[in-house]
């Protein structure tokens, strides 16, 4: 499949990095993709410079974010929660159009310190910001339960674990359940309409003090039923 | 041990019939003993009157919520979260400092239908609210993530599950682990201070999603690490 991923941090760079990996056409979309490119710095979260990434996944091209979704049949918004209303609209309405967004962010706001509170829950979420703004886009919410590199290698847990997804449109559900059957997760359950995204946005906080209690970012929950 | 828990619906009863099972002297708090023990009628939850289950289990002795307290070492907060603060006044400051409170209510808010949004979240907790309006109270937030069956009876469940403790008191903690283990549970993670109990009462909404996605509420997460 040809797939835009949105975001050059290590959400997207994971991402892209397993689609690829798998056999798919896969672009990065980005801001400037000179600027990008031209970044020779560690970047805040300890990632390598996105331009030794890059040589390192010469099948990946780098776009802006609007080529990257024009050339796509499906989208992965990997941007931060504060940027992807945005960026989604740089990537433009028309490019986006009837595709499937797998929408992977999380609102996190980080304006009153760590660990971060959410900007929007419980009544409304980000998921269903993105659905509301976009609504010929087919938007699914999943993975954003979880590390980056278990939503792309599940299997290095030592039991198989749960990931869910949450959108309106039945079809785009069964594509990105498939994709991640691909990646390597066994467990996934579809919890309804995009309004269920508000329960896997909502359990963000619980992550971040398991991750404090454990120390590590290397776990998943497991529904166990 | 002796041990009160204020409340009569599912989670009450639930809680109390396992620690008089496993040796405990238990009683159960209520607003008014004679009303509670007059009711004849199934309740809203589907659960049998009171009188009935009273009747099932000699061993519970039903006070006021201050008799309750009063008799006991340990406390365990089963209202349901709205009427949290008002109960533990009603039992009463001085019959609750320097113990161990067990809190497993959550902040559900059933005025906007279903499911329920949460009437404190994000930048407070009910457990934090608790812990504050009783300084002298060692309150831990726990087992308000699951079923009342599962709570008591984690073993019913395919394979073992996870549950967590919040506290500020660490000798409240070992002593609420203690009494978890004693149920069943044998994974309990500890997530630190009363303030983490913002993670375990935002996992709600998920659980809530989870139960409308599965069909049942016999369910329960496993931090696979």
Redesign the interface.
């Known amino acids: 499949m040809r797939i835009a991923v949105l975001g050059t941090g290590t959400v997207g760079r994971t991402i892209a990095a397993r689609l690829s990996e798998l056999g798919h056409e896969v672009t990065v979309g980005t801001r400037d993709p000179q600027t990008t490119l031209a970044r020779s710095e560690v970047d805040q979260m300890g990632n390598q410079p996105f331009s030794a990434w890059a040589s390192a996944h010469p099948d990946v091209a780098v776009l802006s974010f609007a080529d990257a979704a024009l050339g796509a049949e499906l989208v992965v918004n990997a941007t931060n929660g504060a940027a992807a209303l945005e960026v989604l609209s740089q990537a433009g309405e028309e490019n986006l159009a009837g595709k499937v967004l797998i929408d992977i962010s999380n609102p996190l706001d980080f304006s009153?310190g760590m660990p971060p509170?959410?900007f929007v829950?419980?009544?409304d979420s980000l998921g269903e910001q993105l659905q509301r703004r976009f609504p010929n886009v087919r938007v699914v919410k999943t993975l954003n339960t979880l590390n980056a590199n278990l939503m792309a290698h599940p299997a290095s847990?030592?039991?198989?674990?749960t990931v869910f997804v949450s959108g309106d449109n039945p079809d785009a559900k069964t594509i990105v359940t498939s994709l991640l059957h691909s990646f390597g997760h066994t467990d996934v359950?579809?919890?309804?309409g995009i309004e269920?995204a508000?329960?896997?946005e909502?359990?963000l906080?619980?992550?971040?003090?398991?991750m404090?209690?454990?120390g590590?970012a290397?776990?998943?929950?497991?529904?166990?039923?």
Request: proline share 8%.
């Open positions: 009153h509170t959410l829950k419980d009544t847990l030592p039991e198989p674990t359950i579809d919890l309804g269920t508000r329960g896997t909502m359990w906080p619980l992550w971040l003090r398991l404090g209690a454990l590590t290397a776990f998943n929950l497991r529904i166990v039923r």
